[in-house]
T-cell receptor, first 117, second 114 residues
Framework: DTGVSQDPRHKITKRGQNVTFRCDPI?????LYWYRQTLGQGPEFLTY????????KSRLLSDRFSAERPKGSFSTLEIQRTEQGDSAMYLC???????????????FGSGTQLSVL | AQKITQTQPGMFVQEKEAVTLDCTYD???????LFWYKQPSSGEMIFLIY??????QNATEGRYSLNFQKARKSANLVISASQLGDSAMYFC???????????FGTGTRLQVFP
């Protein structure tokens, strides 16, 4: 169990540029989640995948955001035409739920800290 | 809608003492789960403890215990024998039985001093 891996750890970009983040979940986990965390706040749900299917997207996820998980393994989160308000920590988590029960535990990566100048 | 409220932005505790971090929640789901996560300065969210709404006993995991009071809709985290390494942000979170996403509170920053 190597844990959830996110790359890069830090990204600084200029307003208007596109950025892409990668998440590698724990290998046997079929669910993958993306969260966004701004300073002084708890993580906010963005979207999640079960295998390669994207099952839910938050209203926080504007048209400039897109997430993929093409082979049901790693996932990418792309932000187009970045804005200063996109500056945040982007957290990825994975899980392997047994049925639809509320005790599904998420395993998080260390996040990608995005700064938009 | 589900909501988690953590009213303590910061808490201080002396090493080896116990500390309680407060969490209240609101949900209309008949079945739900409550979680506590620790986030050190490295950024990773570390799972600490889980309590199911129908669990008969309060959850315990080593030095962590959850004081679950269903009627009051509270799920406070108790850390016994605090250690310097416990200094971190602590987040309470919940999931209803009919949703796949975990909802987080705003967190409490705990600082343990010698």
């Amino acid at each position: 169990d190597t844990g959830v891996s996110q790359d890069p750890r830090h990204k600084i970009t200029k307003r208007g540029q596109n950025v892409t983040f990668r998440c590698d979940p724990i290998s046997e986990h079929n669910r993958l989640y993306w969260y966004r965390q701004t300073l002084g706040q708890g993580p906010e749900f963005l979207t999640y995948f079960q295998n390669e299917a994207q099952l839910e997207k938050s209203r926080l996820l504007s048209d400039r955001f897109s997430a993929e998980r093409p082979k049901g393994s790693f996932s990418t989160l792309e932000i187009q035409r970045t804005e200063q308000g996109d500056s945040a920590m982007y957290l990825c988590a994975s899980s392997s739920p047994r049925g639809r029960r509320p005790n599904e535990k998420l395993f998080f990566g260390s996040g990608t800290q995005l700064s938009v100048l | 809608a589900q909501k988690i409220t953590q009213t303590q932005p910061g808490m201080f505790v002396q090493e080896k003492e116990a500390v309680t971090l407060d969490c209240t929640y609101d949900t209309s789901d008949p079945s739900y789960g409550l979680f506590w996560y620790k986030q050190p300065s490295s950024g990773e969210m570390i799972f600490l403890i889980y309590q199911g709404s129908y669990d008969q006993q309060n959850a315990t995991e080593g030095r962590y215990s959850l004081n679950f009071q269903k009627a009051r809709k509270s799920a406070n985290l108790v850390i016994s024998a605090s250690q310097l390494g416990d200094s971190a942000m602590y987040f309470c979170a919940m999931r209803g039985d009919n949703t796949d996403k975990l909802i987080f509170g705003t967190g409490t920053r705990l600082q343990v001093f010698p």
